[in-house]
T-cell receptor, first 112, second 112 residues
């Protein structure tokens, strides 16, 4: 059974049109992460939530925001997607910061 | 600055052991060493992690140098399903941050 679920698997949006990606978890983990992975590159951490505490990476563009309305769900909002934002977006969870990560299968975002 | 250095690619024969090296010469005393792998079109998957002592689990073994500046992931008998990109990661837990920053990884090919 999937424990970290990302929907949709593929998302197409238009240049400049806001888009939201979703992630849910059945593990009741405290920490939820969003990574961006471009083709043939390593995943890049955008931000993470420790419970309700939001932690942004210093080089994450302002165009990317996140919401965590409850323990189970976390959303990635891209306010004005550019062509350079086309990538795989990976959600991950961990019980605590020093614990191993569980990844979802990712959402492949295309920007037209 | 990925803070870990790995070979871009390695090849192995099926059913032979594989040793994947990683250098992390600037590691601090509290940083864990994590290994994840990513199969094509999937999210990364946890393999193993450790701090100082060598570690074993059902997937692999992790050998950590005495000075902790390098480590080696050991797959005891490679199978075709082990073909993936393997990431060696420093888990940095200083201050209020606690996150995994991926390096470029090693692409492992397994030949029948």
């Amino acid at each position: 059974d999937a424990m970290v679920i990302q929907n949709p698997r593929y998302q197409v949006t238009q240049f400049g049109k806001p888009v939201t990606l979703s992630c849910s978890q059945t593990l009741n983990h405290n920490v939820m992460y969003w990574y961006q992975q471009k083709s043939s590159q390593a995943p890049k951490l955008l931000f993470h939530y420790y419970d309700k505490d939001f932690n942004n990476e210093a080089d994450t563009p302002d165009n990317f925001q996140s919401r965590r309305p409850n323990t189970s769900f976390c959303f990635l909002d891209i306010r004005s997607p550019g062509l350079g934002d086309a990538a795989m977006y990976l959600c991950a969870t961990s019980r605590d910061r020093r614990e191993k990560l569980f990844f979802g299968s990712g959402t492949q975002l295309s920007v037209l | 600055d990925a803070k870990t250095t790995q070979p871009n690619s390695m090849e192995s024969n099926e059913e032979e052991p594989v040793h994947l090296p990683c250098n992390h010469s600037t590691i601090s005393g509290t940083d864990y060493i994590h290994w994840y792998r990513q199969l094509p079109s999937q999210g990364p998957e946890y393999v193993i992690h450790g701090l100082t002592s060598n570690v074993n689990n059902r997937m692999a073994s992790l050998a950590i140098a005495e000075d902790r500046k390098s480590s080696t992931l050991i797959l005891h008998r490679a199978t075709l399903r082990d073909a993936a990109v393997y990431y060696c990661i420093r888990g940095e837990y200083g201050g209020s941050q606690g996150n995994l920053i991926f390096g470029k990884g090693t692409k492992l090919s397994v030949k029948p």
